[in-house]
């Protein structure tokens, strides 16, 4: 069974970091593409990274290339985004993703398993 649980987010100024963390509730994650998408009230669920088991696979939305790293600790059984340099655009409800073999990373319809999100807040 795959339940997911994120935490990490909090309140923050333009420019901090944080670390989101993602768990499958003390089971494993190991064989399972990652993901983290992100929503905002009244917009789609935007794609942010993946981390897929074959070849190691990461990929980023372009928006967060170079600010966001998502990592593995597979025994662990750990998803992480590290996210610096945050922006107020980065404000919004971070939710974990796994699937045993995601085909379009960025389609969040195709993602089967989901967190219930951690929100990330950037003001000043």
């Known amino acids: 069974q795959v339940q997911l649980v994120e935490s990490g987010g909090g309140s923050v100024q333009p420019g901090d970091s944080l670390m989101l963390s993602c768990t499958n509730n003390?089971?494993?994650?190991?064989?399972?593409?990652l993901g983290w998408f992100r929503e905002v009230p009244g917009k789609e669920r935007e794609f942010v990274a993946s981390?897929?088991?074959?070849?190691?696979?990461?990929d980023y939305a372009t928006s967060v290339k170079g600010r966001f790293t998502i990592s593995r600790d597979n025994p662990k059984n750990m998803l992480y985004l590290q996210m610096n340099n945050l922006e107020p655009e980065d404000t919004a409800m971070y939710y974990c993703?796994?699937?045993?073999?995601?085909?379009?990373?960025?389609?969040?319809?195709?993602?089967?398993?989901w967190g219930q999100g951690t929100q990330v807040t950037v003001s000043s």
């Open positions: 993703t796994a699937d045993p073999w995601i085909k379009s990373v960025q389609d969040p319809s195709g993602w089967k398993y």
């Open positions: 003390g089971h494993t994650l190991s064989g399972f593409d």
């Open positions: 981390f897929k088991t074959i070849g190691n696979t990461r």
